[in-house]
């Protein structure tokens, strides 16, 4: 079982930065990490996504902006978060892909909040 604890949620200026930690915890193999999000009345999307080997995927909304990476050694995976829009406005959740059957895990969420 991973255990995820998410941090550096908060409220900020559009226009504004900020940087999410997400850190596990379990002895087990960690494959893909990424971080999703979800606003209210919409579904949870997938905002960007780096697997073991650092390759990296982001949402169309967010490349060039947001830049995700890992530390393997501390099992933790961040986005930095720049340029910061109102529609970024979010809860972003943390997802990580774990052991040879890349079981998923879901941190409890950090509320991003961008004021116009």
């Known amino acids: 079982q991973v255990q995820l604890v998410e941090s550096g949620g908060g409220l900020v200026q559009a226009g504004g930065s900020l940087r999410l930690s997400c850190a596990a915890s379990g002895s087990i193999r960690l494959n893909a990490m990424g971080w999703y999000r979800q606003a209210p009345g919409k579904q949870r999307e997938s905002v960007a996504v780096i697997s073991s080997s650092g390759s990296t995927n982001y949402a169309d909304s967010v490349k060039g902006r947001f830049t995700i990476s890992r530390d393997n050694a501390k099992n933790t995976v961040y986005l930095q978060m720049n340029s910061l829009k109102p529609e970024d406005t979010a809860r972003y959740y943390c997802?990580?892909?774990?052991?040879?059957?890349?079981?998923?895990?879901w941190g409890q969420g950090t509320q991003v909040t961008v004021l116009e």
């Open positions: 997802n990580v892909l774990s052991g040879l059957l890349n079981n998923r895990n």
